[in-house]
């Protein structure tokens, strides 16, 4: 089966598709020059970027795959969470490609795919984990720059909250700790590659909400304690100048302890013993040490991790999106009347199933 996934819930324009879970093609068209200049993501423009990019971005990625549009057998579009304004613009051209092509459509919660783009495989079928070698319950750990949840996946579509960010998201720190090393938007991922030659111990930071006796996190205060510290250091330092060990120190001292907070909190639910295998997904996904620290966690108590298979898959893309619409087809999970479909900017993953089947 040959699903088109599309995904506008933020600043990135994706389409990708997919062979069941093979993944034959996922374009994502950044947005990020657009939104450097104000520090953050700015709806208006990031849906006329969406409206801009889509039939360039929908072309490539029929390119990509070597298939032409009628080989494609369902379309799935994220409907939520995300930039109402943004999202609408990736449901109007799956409500569009539906009636050109006569074809189903299923409407995928985004979080959702960032679980799913787990089972996402390469053209040699090398990468992903089955759906059904996923044994359950499985904690999902969810990482971006909107939200940090822990989830239990009960089944295929039953999701239950463990626990989320009680304030900023962990993606959304690490934008901001690099902005005040003077790295520009989107630094999560220029903070990690800072922190390489950093040492991670060089300066003290909290880790927020550690002993909360609830699986919640916190970043804001992580936040505020890292502008002290970038202060503070500058007034140290002559000419109140950053040298470029000390930027390094900074980015692998911050990037410690949002680590640490998120697997603080990891552990404590782990020590429930419920969870047979953990499954990471978002954007932060992609950074190397909470990879390697997570991989750890899991070998020392023999819990299988799972990490989507390219950086690509970790941030937001169509592929994941067409990985989720490949298992609900597979549920027949498909709209009624997709002219009907609206956005839903405050989804949450917890009601995602019931809402597509009714
Ligand atoms: O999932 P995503 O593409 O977008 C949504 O938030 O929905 O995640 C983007 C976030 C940004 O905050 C970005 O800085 C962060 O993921 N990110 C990273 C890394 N790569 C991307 N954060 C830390 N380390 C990375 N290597």
Redesign the pocket.
Known sequence: MIVLGIDT??D?TSVGIVQDTTVLANVVSSQDAIHAEWGGVVPNLARRAHQENFPLVYQQALAEAGIQENQIDVIAVTYGHGLAIALEIGIIEAKALATRLQKPVVAIN?SEG?ILANCATDLTGAGGVALADITLPALCVLV????TQFVRMQAFGEYDMLGQTVDDAI??G??KAARLLGLPY????K??ELAVTGNPAAYTLPRPMRGSGDFDVSYAGLKTAFLHLVNKTKLESPDGILSPSQLADLAASYQEAAIDTLLIKIKKILDTGEYKQILLG???A???VLQQRLLTVGNERNIPVHIPFSRKL???NGAMIAIAGYFHAQKQDYLEKPEELERDPRLSLTKTITRSLE
């Open positions: 819930s933020c990135d985004h960032h971006a720059g909107g939200q993606g959304e690490f934008d989107p630094g999560g991922a903070l990690s978002g954007g932060v992609a950074n190397p970790c941030t937001d």
